[in-house]
């Protein structure tokens, strides 16, 4: 079946450091993937998204590209600020249009 | 600008209590969703309604009810609060099948069942 795999946290960081959270999923076909954030005591948000292959997502200086080869969606952002603390969740669009959640990565950015 | 609303965003219940937690969105969205999120598992589709008199059941459901008897509310019933179903429920909606990759959710309401 679909299923998404994330790196488990949290990760803590420095300000102004490289972000690399890993996503792999696993699906039949082509499904779309997406990242969303929760920021504290919010509910979620759409990041960005990709909906096929070697797309590029990007939204609020992240990054993340559609690799089908590796079955990954890998977020990145060049220079993390304390305001991205929060935990970032893959998904992915099922072909009955279902999304498929992981189970989140805190980051945690320390100035 | 309220996009999805939840109320209540805190609740305390006694094993065996009954409560319903409500979900209104103003953006006219055809399709409304209640998940549940717990540490470490991610978010869980209870429920889902693809329009205005319609549910469906999500990956877990036992022990939940739900009703969509106007488009803009989606209501999530516990009959019989157990302790397992203390967790954080979000609300969610989107426009199309074809938008629901990108929903907009709720603040979250946090209940504990004691």
């Known amino acids: 079946g679909n299923s998404v795999t994330q790196m488990e946290g949290p990760v803590t960081l420095s300000e102004e450091a490289f972000l690399t959270i890993n996503c792999t999923y696993t699906?039949?076909?082509?499904?779309?993937l997406f990242w969303y954030v929760q920021y504290p005591g919010e509910g979620l948000q759409l990041l960005l998204k990709?909906?096929?292959a070697d797309d590029k997502g990007s939204n609020k200086g992240f990054e993340a590209t559609y690799r089908k080869e590796t079955t990954s969606f890998h977020l990145e952002k060049g220079s993390v600020q304390v305001s991205d603390s929060a935990v970032y969740f893959c998904a992915l669009r099922s072909s009955n249009y279902q999304l498929i959640w992981g189970a989140g990565t805190k980051l945690i950015i320390k100035p | 600008n309220a996009g999805v609303t939840q109320t209540p965003k805190f609740r305390v219940l006694k094993t065996g209590q009954s409560m319903t937690l409500l979900c209104a969105q103003d953006?006219?969205?055809?399709?409304m969703y209640w998940y549940r999120q717990d540490p470490g598992m991610g978010l869980r589709l209870i429920h889902y309604?693809?329009?205005?008199?319609?549910?469906a059941k999500g990956e877990v459901p036992d022990g939940y009810n739900v009703s969509r008897l106007k488009k803009q509310n989606f209501l999530l019933g516990l009959e019989s609060a157990a302790p397992s179903q203390t967790s954080v429920y979000f609300c969610a909606s989107s426009y199309s099948v074809a938008d629901t990759g990108e929903l907009f959710f709720g603040e979250g309401s946090r209940l504990t069942v004691l």
């Open positions: 699906a039949t076909g082509y499904p779309s």
């Open positions: 309604s693809v329009g205005e008199g319609t549910t």
């Open positions: 990709a909906t096929k």
């Open positions: 953006m006219n969205h055809e399709y």
